[in-house]
């Protein structure tokens, strides 16, 4: 599994429960993964700083 398209992970975070995985690359952006069935769900749409509240 790639976990990011801009080179190698800089950043991962897992979810407590083990199902969500967030990598971040060194462009700045963030892929979220699914734990269990090893595909992507998402990925930030841009590599500008975003507020996590």
Do not use: H, K
Request: aromatic fraction near 2%.
């Amino acid at each position: 599994m790639t976990l990011t398209e801009e080179g190698a992970a800089t950043a991962l975070a897992i979810s407590p429960d083990g199902a969500r995985l967030a990598a971040g690359d060194s462009s700045g952006r963030v892929a979220i993964w699914s734990g269990r069935a090893e595909r992507r769900l998402g990925r930030s749409a841009t590599s500008r700083p975003l507020a996590v509240r």
